[in-house]
Structures are given as C-alpha cells and as structure tokens.
C-alpha cells in the first residue's frame, strides 16, 4: 500500500502538469482574443491624416487651405496641478471651466486624452507652448480645418463634413472611417479623390500609463501618409469677388465662361454666404441656419434653377432654321401680333432684324416651318416627327441635360419630345398650336444659367464648346483634369451661320440692353425675361466680349429685377468689363446695379 | 575536506544541470522584464534587476559550494538548532523588521534584508526530518502526528503574524510527505472533499442545486444500503451538516470586508472587475494568451515589458516566458520543472536514511506546490498569491532559499553512500 505512495504522488505532478499545459493551450493557441486585446493594450493605430490639397484661382492666388487650429488636451491620470488659481490665469480660463473640461475629461477615460479648451487661437497657442512642460498630463492637439481667405466663391467651391453613415457604407474600399471629413459639395466632393491625398498609419507602443515607448516593430507596418494633389481652379478670384458685389443682395446667378476652353471664370449664386462659416466647430450650427434660410444661401443656382430660356433661345431657333435650310438671311415674316404679342418694331423683319428686335410672330412663324415639313400628310404625326429632330437639333446646344460640370447636382433642365405632349394631351391630340410657345423659348422648356452660359460660349465659339469646368490643372499639370473637359463639342451648326448672329447679337444690345453697350469695347449679346408666374418677371442675359475673338461669355439671372435690358444686362456688361479690362469705368452703373432698384 | 573531492562523482548531475538550465532562463527573462528598447541596457548593468539578479545568481553558486563542501551530517546534526534559530528570527521579524504594505517580511540591514519566511522552508524541512526519522515514528498514529504537526505549524502560525498568508500556505505543501511518510489517506479525501464542496459553494452562483443534489446522494446511499436506523441518522446528519456548511460559506464571504470577498470571487469570474481586483490576473492572461504557440520572440514581449503586468519580474515572470516563447516555452519549463521533480522522486526514494528520504520529499512538495500554484495564478486557476516562482522570479531571498532547500538534498543524496542504511 505504502510503495505505492510514490506512484501516486508523480501522478499527481503530472496530472497537475497536464492540466497547466491544457490551460495555457487553451489561451495561448485556441483562443485568440487575447492577442488582440494585448494589441489594443499596447499598439496605438495612429491614423497619419494627409494635408488636403489647396486651391488656387487661375492665376495662382490661394483660395481654400488648411489652417491648423489647436486644442488643449488633457490626459486626467497624469494632470495634477497644485496652483489652480496660476493655471487658470496662464491659460486664461475660468476655475469653473477648468472644472468642469476636467470633469467632463475624466468621466469620459482617465487615461485618453481629451479636449480641455477648444480651438485655442495662434496667439494663445504661442503663449501657451511654454508653460505646458510645466504641466505633465497637458498637451495640444493640431488639427486643421479649411479656411478661405478671401470669402468668395462658397458654391463652387463647396465645404467639406464629417463623413456620414451612408457614405461610410458606401465606401467599398474601406478608406474612410467614422469622424473623417469628406468634400459634401462643389469641388470638395467632385475632387475628393484627389484633394484627399492618402492616408497614412503608424503603430506605436505604449506602456500601461499611455507613454510613447517607440514605433511597433520598428516601423515595417507604418505607411507614410501623402498629401492631398492641390487644384487650380478655373475661376478668376477678382472677377468672381466682383460678381458677388454685384449681386449682394440679389437673387440670381452668374456664369462667366471662356469661350475657347470652357473654363469657368466666375460662377456666383446669390443669396451666398462666406465659406468660412462651414468649418470645424462652426459647420453644425451655421449648416443648421443656412439650410432652413427662406433665401435658400445653400442653393446652388447656376446649376441647380431651371427657368424657361426666354428670347434668347430665338438664337438657337435662327440657328436651327439656317442650318436645316428652313431660314435664310432674307427669310421675312410680318409682325403678326395676331398670332403672339410683340412690341413696336419695323415691320416685317428679316432673321437679322428678327433677332434684334426680337420679334415674336416671327419665330412663331419660323418655327411652324421648321416643326411642319409636311414629311406625314397627318398634320398630328407631321408636328411629332418635326418636334422630335427639332429636339435632338436643341440637344446638341447643351440644353435639355447636364453638361457634366465638375460639381455635383447639377440639374439638365427640359426640352420637350413628343412624349410629353403625349401624356399630356393624349397621342394624336396635339399639333403646332398647341407648342407654339416653344418658338420663343417659353412654355414646357427649362434650362439653367449654366447652359445659358454656354449657350454664349457657342455663339461666341462660332458653333462649339467645351464642357464648362472648375479646374484647370491638378497638381500643376493641365493634363490631369478629367478628359471630358478637354473634348470639343460641336453643336451641329456651320460656322459660316453665325456670323449673321453675331452681328444681330451686337446690334440686339442697342435696342434691348443700352446700357451694356461699351464705346470701346464691341459686346454682343441677348436679353431674355424669364416669365414668372409668381411676381416680377426674371432678369435675363446673355453675352460674349469681345465679339471678335471673344475672351468672356456670360450668363446673369437676376430674379425678380424683370426687364432683362436691366438688371442682368448691366450686371453682364460690367463683369465683361471687369475681366477684360480689369478696371471699372462707370461707376454709376456699378452703383446702379448694386442699388438693385431694378422696377420702375 | 577529501570525503566531498570523492564524492563529486556522486552528484546527481541531472538535478543539477535542470537547476542551472532554470536559474539561466530566469535570469534572461529577468532581463526582458526591463528590456527597453529606447534606453539600451547590457544584462550585465547593475542598476537593472537583471544585473542585481547576477549578483543573486553569482552568491548563490558560493552557497552551493559551502553546502556541497560541507559534512553531510553537519545537516542532520545541527537540524533542530537551525529550526530554532529561524524560529527565533520569525518570532523577532515583526518586532524589528520593515514594514511593506502592512507586511513585515525581512529582516537585516540597510540594503542587505533577508525574509526568513523564505528560510525557515529548508529548517521546517530539516527540522521535520530529524524528528520523524526514528523507525519507530508512524503517522498513524496520534501522538506522532501531533508532533509531526506541531513542528509544522509553528512558522506557520509566526509567518502568519508577518501577515504573510501566501508564504504560509506554502508550509502546508509539506502534506504531501506526510502522504509519502503514511498519514493516513482518509486525511487526504477528506480535506480534497472539503476544498471542493468550499469551491463549488463559491462558485455555483444557486447553492439551491448543490443541496439539491447532496438530498440526492445521500437518499441514494440511504436507499441502497443497511437500513439501520442509525445509518440513516449517520448519513441524514451529514447531508444537513454539509447543506449548512454550503450555506455558511456565502454568510462568511458576505461578512468579509469587499475586497476579499473581490479576491475570492475573481476567480470564478475574472471579468466582473477587470481594472480593479481582476487587473494583475486579466494583464497576466492577455500577456501569457498573446504569446501563441511560438511566443512574439525573446525581447519583443509588449505587456510584459510596457508594465501592463504588475510585480512582473517576480511573482509573474512566467508572464514572459508565456509571451515571448509561447506554448513551445510554456512547455519547455514545465517540463524542465516536472522533469526535476520527478528527479527528485527518483532520488528520495533511493535514500537509505528516513532523514534524508523525508527531507527529499520536503523539496518536491515545495517545489511543487511553489512552481503549481505560481503558474496557476498567472493563467487564473487560482486567486493571487505572493509567491515567487523557484529559481525564476528575481531576488535574493527567493533564489538562495530555493537553492539551499535543493542541495542540501543533493548533498545529501551525493554522499547516500557513506550513510548508514536505516530505512526498514
């Protein structure tokens, strides 16, 4: 009995062996989850954030960058302060707000660091710096958010925000995560990817009272962070401040565009609002007023508000009807106030003075020719074939669909097929009558100020354009902005046909719009006036300077200033002038228009 | 002095060279406790506890030397006056000593302090074996074991004065000699059968189900047997004595002061105070369970290192072994420590003295209780208790103790042969 005792008692060790080697299996080989917490213990993933690309106006002057601001973070573990009364004078804060950010501080993690003073300024940043070794457990966190220096432009050039759940979803590659800042409008958003830059990660260990003790195996997993590409930007800083002077106080857009490339010189929407406002702590607050504003500051007008073309689209009608063979130079009809209204003019008039004097019955009656070609005996089926090729002639000028700017939202505004009037009045059931609006750019047609803009661009181009743009070179180079911007459009029209329009256009701004006439300096141009149902009508103009090798063309939507001669016409004459002239000669009519007493 | 030059060829090399494969890797993994990699320091330097530890490591080797120069009998004679004077020093411990967190653990001066707690092992052990040596000395019966325990009490009672109930529990590994030395087995299922009911009324949350399934046994045992009446008054009393030594057991925990009754509770659940009471056991499974199977690779340990565990170069060393070597060197000193054992079971059973059989087996049940229960801490499957790994954790008292306690055996069963065979 007792030989055996030595027998049991080795047992025992090895039993008691056996079960320490299952159990350290157990947790060192079959369950994992303690290496991740040993990494979460021990690794910090700190995300290296890429500085995001500036913007530039096109002549190189800055326009949004990156201006780091500071906070005051507090680690409660290690903060111990002996003189509260000598802190809170160093530190300029109250003892009540040293309490309550320390408070707030510990309940949240003892051992984190969190905001104690927000956004200190850079005077008080330079202040502080010296004193903080002083105080273990205090340090400051260098964050940026962007910043314009010239308060312009907020539309185009858009804001950016924390990314929300929806897009965090969306992104498939996993490069975002919660709390980043992501572009939410204008170019922010359109060149996100390239504004970005990439982000970088360093694994750092720490001991357990947080201390940085270097980087995780030396560094082999680290990725270096790369800097966001900086974009020039098409828009001409001057200009585009001008334009927001002219319109302060106004509803409306401006679209400058160049003619020979697209490039987008000014884009105003009024109401506007300073860019500044959308950044770092202030974006949730100031989104939260501008958004609910009757005035609608965050709409984005050029490209978002669709209004009927006006007079102006008789331009495209002349252009269509020339092209087609359906009009000629001499191409004369009377002014039958019969069959639409029309003011007091020579009469008849032939496409040259059609334009000019922008007669109605006119177009009434030249555009019958071009619906009706009498290709179907059925006078119903003939207007339907007829609306239908008139419409893809239209198409061509950039209207009836979005361009494609480099900015999200943009609306197509309509040109009416014969579907429409289908499911309106029933196939069948509707003929020339019934469109006639048409001929004049009213009714079921809506377009926005951008395609006006471009409209000019056209005329002015002789018969193309380039789809309008915001950017002119990524990183310095003119190569990398998106192809599509750099592709010539034709609108299907011969060249030789606008040199009829041209003319008409600049002799159109003698009679309708005076006072954008320069004495030296040769504008042609159109007005419109945009009907509205709901009070005055809408200030419309088009123009393109000068008319021989043209350098600006201009789109000015002045809403509720009605006659377009006015309102727009003068806002478009003085931003001509302002871009190719760089100075202002009539201050009375810059006084006028900034005035914005436009009825009378 | 010619005696011992003979009988170094009676060493057991193979308890030796185990003994110095663990001091090594000890040491090493002393110097990976304090390894950082931004303030470059050699193993060597003296102001880390790995340098100290040399000096420790270095000291301990000239105390083999004496032991192992030394007359066998000089152990065995002087035995009971070595007990009395670490009696004396534990009695005046807590008189002169220095007091650490409400603990009086060592004694001396200045930077020289020993713990005697940690000496008086190898005297108790010594002191156990001259009295229990004589044939005549049987442990069944009472008087002998009375005396047995009393020798063996004694410190226990002084030590837990200092307090230092981890050390004292230690003393109470000495019943597994008994067991070798024949103290009656009934002794041995009735305390394991107390500890597991004490367990599992601590850790089942309902003692409902465990009264229920006592009423189940013993009505068994009732049903199944004799049914003499007092048979089923005999069994009936001790399914209500063990019922209400169930129930007992949650009224004393709930009458200890809170963090006791934390100490007790986190072992069976680690969770329920993970930065508090659960701290030292949670830091010291995340870092042995991030070791894997291979280990991170010697020096590159993070927990251990960055001090996530606490009093991590002694009590909790294996928490560097288990994360820089993983299982592979949680395995390896296991089986260095399992292989010693069963070393020195071979060894103290081929003594011819009862003195120097029973002292052999003094060492393995400290060994093994000191070696069982760190680890065992280190990984959760049992509460924290201050004591040091053998031949691992740093510090003088802890190495030289365990030193001691070893050759003292080793000295012993080196010279087995010049001794006279009184085993019967």
């Known amino acids: 009995m007792r030989d055996q005792r030595p027998a049991v008692i080795l047992l025992v060790i090895f039993l008691l062996s056996g079960i320490l080697l299952v159990k350290l299996f157990a947790i060192q080989v079959l369950d994992d989850s303690f290496l991740k917490r040993a990494e979460s213990n021990a690794i910090q993933r700190i995300v290296d954030h890429p500085y995001r690309g500036l913007v530039y106006d096109r002549s190189g002057k800055l326009m949004v960058f990156n201006n780091p601001i500071f906070d005051l973070m507090v680690v409660p573990r290690e903060f111990h302060l002996k003189d509260t009364a000598k802190f809170c004078e160093l530190f300029r804060i109250s003892k009540e707000q040293l309490i309550e950010g320390y408070n707030s501080a510990k309940s949240y993690s003892k051992v984190k660091p969190s905001p104690l003073i927000k956004q200190l300024s850079n005077t008080d940043f330079a202040r502080i710096q010296d004193f903080l070794v002083d105080y273990p457990g205090l340090f400051i966190l260098t964050r940026s958010v962007r910043s314009y220096p010239s308060p312009t432009a907020a539309h185009a050039l858009g804001y950016i925000g924390e990314i929300s759940a929806g897009q965090l979803g969306r992104d498939t590659l996993s490069y975002y995560s919660q709390g980043d800042y992501v572009g939410l409008s204008g170019l922010e958003k359109y060149y996100e990817k390239e504004l970005r830059g990439n982000k970088g990660v360093k694994y750092k260990m720490v001991n357990v009272r947080g201390m940085d003790k270097g980087p995780f195996k030396e560094g082999q997993y ?220 009213q009714g079921e047609m809506q377009v926005t100020p951008l395609q006006m803009a471009n409209l000019a661009a056209i005329f002015a181009n002789k018969g193309y354009y380039y789809t309008p743009h915001l950017i002119k070179e990524v990183d310095g180079d003119p190569k990398k902005i998106p192809a599509k911007f750099q592709e010539k459009r034709f609108v299907g029209v011969d060249a030789r046909h606008f040199d009829l329009i041209q003319e008409a256009m600049v002799e159109a701004i003698y009679g309708t719009a005076a006072r954008a006439v320069m004495t030296d300096l040769v504008i042609a141009g159109k007005t419109g006036t945009a009907q509205n149902p709901h009070g005055e009508d809408h200030s419309v103009f088009i123009a393109f300077a000068p008319k021989d090798n043209p350098k600006i063309a201009i789109a000015v939507y002045v809403e509720n200033a009605g006659w377009g001669g006015r309102a727009a016409a003068s806002t478009a004459s003085l931003m001509i002038e302002k871009y190719i002239r760089k100075t202002i000669s009539r201050p009375e009519l810059q006084d006028y228009v900034i005035a914005g007493n436009f009825i009378y | 002095m010619k005696e011992s030059e003979v009988q170094i060829n009676r060493v057991d090399w193979i308890a030796v060279s185990i003994y110095f494969a663990l001091v090594m890797i000890g040491w090493f993994n002393i110097y990976a406790v304090t390894y950082d990699s931004q303030v470059e320091k050699s193993i060597f330097d003296f102001t880390i506890s790995s340098g100290k530890q040399l000096v420790w490591i270095g000291t301990a080797i000239g105390l083999i030397t004496l032991i192992m120069v030394a007359d066998y009998r000089f152990f065995e004679n002087l035995s009971l006056i070595i007990y009395l004077i670490f009696l004396l020093i534990l009695i005046v411990t807590p008189i002169f000593g220095k ?303 365990f030193t001691i306690l070893l050759f003292i055996f080793i000295k012993l069963d080196s010279s087995r042969a010049s001794q006279l065979g009184r085993i019967s």
């Open chain 2, 99 to 401: 007091e650490v967190n409400g603990q009086i653990l060592s004694i001396g001066f200045g930077e020289f302090r020993i713990q005697p707690g940690e000496f008086a092992k190898f005297a108790t052990a010594l002191a156990l074996a001259k009295v229990m040596e004589r044939p005549t000395f049987d442990l069944n019966k009472r008087n002998y074991q009375a005396i047995a325990f009393g020798v063996l009490l004694v410190p226990v009672a002084l030590i837990l004065l200092q307090p230092d109930p981890g050390t004292a529990m230690v003393y109470l590994s000495l019943l597994i000699m008994f067991y070798r030395e024949g103290l009656p087995q009934w002794y041995y299922v009735l305390g394991i059968g107390a500890v597991s009911i004490t367990l599992l009324a601590l850790g089942v949350e309902n003692n409902l189900y465990l009264a229920a399934i006592i009423v189940l046994v013993v009505g068994g045992l009732i049903y199944l047997g004799k049914k003499s009446w007092q048979r089923i008054l005999a069994f009936s009393l001790i399914g209500i004595g063990l019922i209400a030594y169930i129930y007992s057991i949650d009224f004393v925990v709930s009458k200890l002061p809170p963090h006791h009754q934390n100490r007790i509770m986190v072992l069976f659940n680690p969770d329920i105070d993970p930065l508090g009471v659960g701290w030292n056991v949670t830091q010291s499974k995340i870092a042995i369970g991030s070791g894997g199977f291979f280990g991170k690779g010697y020096l590159e340990g993070t927990q251990t290192k960055f001090d996530f565990v606490p009093e991590q170069d002694t009590d909790f060393i294996f928490c560097t072994i288990g994360e820089e070597f993983g299982w592979m060197g949680s395995l390896v000193v296991i089986g260095l420590f399992v292989g010693l054992l069963y070393r020195l079971v071979i060894m103290a059973e081929r003594q011819k003295t009862r003195f120097s059989r029973i002292y052999g087996y003094c060492v393995i049940s400290i060994l093994l209780f000191h070696f069982m229960i760190n680890i065992s801490m280190t990984v959760g499957l049992f509460p924290v208790v201050g004591i040091p790994l053998p031949f691992f954790s740093y510090g003088g008292s802890s190495l030289w103790s």
């Open chain 1, 222 to 441: 680290d990725t270096i962070s790369i800097a966001g590409k900086n974009l020039t930007s098409t828009i001409d800083l001057d200009l585009q401040q001008f334009g927001e002077l002219l319109m302060a106080g106004k509803t409306g857009s401006v679209v400058a565009i160049e003619p020979k490339t697209g490039e987008i010189l000014a884009m105003i929407s009024a109401p506007f609002y300073d860019p500044n406002q959308l950044t770092g702590a202030e974006f949730g607050k100031t989104y939260k007023v501008l958004n609910t504003d009757n005035s609608k500051p965050l709409f984005n007008r050029p490209i978002m508000a669709t209004y009927p073309p006006g007079s102006i689209f008789k331009i495209v009608q002349s252009l269509i009807g020339l092209q087609e063979g359906i009009l000629t130079p001499n191409s004369t009809f009377s002014c039958n106030k019969s069959l639409v209204a029309c003011h007091n003019h020579p009469n008849p008039v032939n496409l040259f003075g059609a334009i000019r004097n922008s007669c109605n019955p006119y177009y009434h009656q030249a555009f019958r020719q071009i619906i009706n070609r009498e290709v179907s005996s059925n006078t119903f089926k003939d207007t339907e074939i007829g609306l239908n090729a008139w419409r893809e002639s239209v198409l061509k000028f950039g209207l009836g669909a979005p361009l494609g700017i480099d900015m999200s939202g943009e609306k197509g505004g309509d040109i009416p097929s014969s579907k429409l009037y289908d499911r309106i009045y029933g196939a069948g059931h509707w003929k020339y009558s019934t469109i006639y609006s048409l001929s004049i750019g």
